[in-house]
């Protein structure tokens, strides 16, 4: 079936440093996602992206959050600076639409903040 | 508080058996309702999904029944395998919302004992 890529699967880095998460969302999808889980508790939404724009966040997604997706390329998710609390389990998440379609996951980068 | 409740963390059913998994939700909002499946360091994949317009969906050894006045759905796996062994999650897409913004539940690990 469709497959989500999320390189790399573990990134360790430093408090106060920069991070960027990359995706490569299906091919023809239009929405994107990312889900934050801390070890321990539930899969958590963050953000939805759709032709360029961030349609929806949550509160999860702080003021150090950015997401974009230049010239139909990698969705990333960018963290400047990271804090301890940062560290989890990011999902990436694609879909065609935008209601209450198919989610299609990536199988996580696990972000440790040192 | 938690929007969608998955109260059992595990369950263990014997091979042949059926599995039933259970979810509760609270938002009045929510209008698509779905299960995932996850195993270990992999990505969570759709497994069936419903619509609120309907209460029960089948799709051979998986069926989907939604009780809307109690808030709740559930996921019931007949001739239940090994193979099924993993985590579920269960998700609750809200109406209105500007884009995918599932809900999930924390997960209940099924483990199917030959």
């Known amino acids: 079936g469709p497959k989500v890529l999320q390189i790399p699967s573990h990134q360790i880095i430093d408090m106060g440093q920069m991070v960027t998460l990359n995706c490569d969302p299906v091919?023809?999808?239009?929405?994107f996602y990312w889900y934050k889980q801390i070890l321990g508790q539930q899969m958590e939404f963050l953000v939805n992206?759709?032709?360029?724009?961030?349609?929806?966040k949550s509160k999860l997604f702080k003021d150090q959050f950015s997401v974009e997706r230049p010239d139909g390329s990698y969705f990333t998710l960018k963290i400047q600076p990271t804090a301890l609390e940062d560290s989890a389990v990011y999902f990436c998440?694609?879909?065609?639409?935008?209601?209450?379609?198919?989610?299609?996951f990536g199988s996580g980068t696990r972000l440790t903040v040192l | 508080g938690q929007q969608v409740k998955q109260s059992s963390p595990s369950l263990t059913v014997q091979e042949g058996g059926i599995s039933i998994l259970n979810c509760d939700y609270e938002?009045?909002?929510?209008?698509?309702f779905a299960w995932y499946k996850k195993y270990p360091d992999n990505s969570p994949t759709l497994l069936i999904s419903?619509?609120?317009?309907?209460d029960k969906r089948e799709d051979g050894r998986l069926t989907v029944f939604l009780n809307k006045s109690g808030k709740h759905f559930s996921l019931h796996i007949t001739a239940s395998q090994p193979e099924d062994t993993a985590v579920y999650l269960c998700?609750?897409?809200?109406?209105?919302?500007?884009?995918?913004?599932?809900?999930f539940g924390i997960g209940t690990l099924l483990s199917v004992k030959p």
């Open positions: 992206f759709y032709n360029g724009k961030v349609m929806e």
């Open positions: 091919s023809n999808h239009l929405y």
């Open positions: 998700a609750a897409g809200e109406r209105g919302s500007s884009g995918n913004k599932l809900i």
């Open positions: 419903v619509r609120s317009n309907v």
């Open positions: 938002n009045d909002m929510f209008d698509y």
């Open positions: 998440a694609s879909s065609l639409q935008g209601k209450a379609e198919t989610l299609y």
